[in-house]
C-alpha cells in the first residue's frame, strides 16, 4: 500500500548531528508533491518543523529550528531528508514525515529523536 516510512532517529548529546529519511513506498511518489517533517514532544501538541512544495521551495521552517535544520529531496530514490545539526534537548520529539499525494495525506509511524547530556 501507499505509505512513507521515517528512519535515522537516535539518541544523541546536545550539538551533535542527525539526518532522518523518509521513502516513499507502494507507488507514493515523493517527487512532484508537497512533502514535510513534524515533530511531537511529549505532552506537546505536534507541530510542523519544515515543508517542500512541490516545486521544491521551503515553504515553511519553525524558528526554533531555523539555520539548523534543512529539509530536501533525492528524487532518484524517491526520499525526503531532515538534516539536523546542532542538536538541543528541545528537539527531543518523535519525527514524522508527511506528504500530500493524490487529494490523501500520509504520515509516517514516526522516529524517535532523543537529545540528552
Known amino acids: 500500500q501507499a505509505q512513507v516510512v521515517e528512519s535515522g532517529g537516535g539518541s544523541v548529546q546536545p550539538g551533535e548531528s542527525l539526518t532522518l529519511s523518509c521513502a516513499g513506498s507502494g507507488g507514493l511518489n515523493l517527487d512532484g508533491y508537497a512533502v514535510g517533517w513534524f515533530r511531537q514532544a511529549p505532552g506537546k501538541e505536534r507541530e510542523g518543523v519544515s515543508c517542500l512544495s512541490s516545486i521544491d521551495s521551503v515553504t515553511y521552517t519553525a524558528n526554533s529550528v531555523k539555520g539548523r535544520f534543512t529539509i530536501s529531496r533525492d528524487n532518484a530514490k524517491n526520499m525526503v531528508y531532515l538534516q539536523m545539526n546542532s542538536l538541543k534537548s528541545e528537539d527531543t520529539a518523535v519525527y514524522y514525515c508527511?506528504?500530500?499525494?493524490?487529494?490523501?495525506?500520509?504520515w509516517g509511524q514516526g522516529t524517535q529523536v532523543t537529545v540528552s547530556s
Open positions: 508527511n506528504v500530500i499525494f493524490l487529494l490523501s495525506t500520509y
